[in-house]
């Protein structure tokens, strides 16, 4: 009981802090990813554009969502706890360090379940016809939430300075998205290119999300390598995170 009670004091303190700054987690979660889903509605056509197209946009401004929060909002939050000397107080707690960890992910994935509730949402309000397959979509959700989140604390805990380090987790947030086969098919880019972006975790994400949103569930390979990036990053990210700053 006492550990449940830790992580939730800790996401507490991170969610009080993001209600001090919710203009830009807003922007991060829902301003951003719903802007490019209606640019790349208007190039595809507008209202004559296929539903595939819509539903492809529609997954792809939720992973872009799940990048920007994940990423480049979470790192934020991690670098400032860093680098203001906050994380030297939670230290200072008697504060078990994976109570720390497992708060940090909770308000990740409370952040991601806000986020892509109100996209799904604006998406049918838009007119993306769907089916969602609801239990595989949390499942790739969560995946790649705890993927993303791995790439963000790597960041946090090898950057020399917060503003490098948020450089960084902004150009990995977007950059993650735009590189990758999200909103266009993988044919459309070059061929030297195609193989590696690939193996990005959003392209897999992407995948994942458009068919589950169409209510499919043939999304094995893309768990497993979403799961296998999710144990990499993560575990390397902790590993390297100094819960006392030498």
């Known amino acids: 009981m006492t550990r449940a009670t830790d992580i939730v004091c800790v996401f507490r303190i991170q969610f009080a802090g993001t209600r001090r700054e919710v203009g830009p987690f807003l922007l991060a979660a829902l301003v951003f990813p719903a802007a490019i889903y209606l640019f790349a509605f208007a190039v ?45 107080l939670f230290a200072t707690l008697p504060l078990a360090p994976s109570s720390y960890v497992f708060g940090v992910l909770l308000f990740a994935v409370a952040q991601a379940a806000a986020s892509t509730t109100t996209l799904l949402v604006l998406g049918r309000v838009l007119g993306v016809q769907m089916n969602p397959n609801f239990l595989m979509l949390i499942v790739v959700i969560l995946l790649t939430i705890l993927c993303l989140c791995g790439l963000g604390v790597i960041v946090a805990a090898r ?88």
């Open 44 to 88: 595809a056509g507008g209202e004559v554009a296929p539903q595939a197209s819509r539903l492809r946009f529609l997954a792809g401004s939720v992973v872009f969502s799940l990048s920007l929060t994940s990423i480049s909002w979470l790192g934020y939050l991690l670098l400032e706890n860093r680098f203001t000397g906050r994380l030297k």
């Open 159 to 246: 950057a020399r300075s917060f503003s490098q380090g948020s450089l960084v987790t902004d150009t990995l947030g977007a950059g993650l998205i735009f590189l990758a086969p999200v909103y266009y098919s993988p044919e459309m880019m070059p061929r030297t290119l195609r193989v590696l972006v690939q193996a990005l975790p959003t392209t897999f994400a992407a995948r994942a999300v458009q068919t589950t949103l169409a209510g499919g569930h043939a999304i094995g390979s893309e768990v497993l390598v979403l799961g296998l990036m999710a144990f990499i990053t993560l575990g390397l990210g902790f590993r390297l995170m100094k819960w006392r700053e030498d």
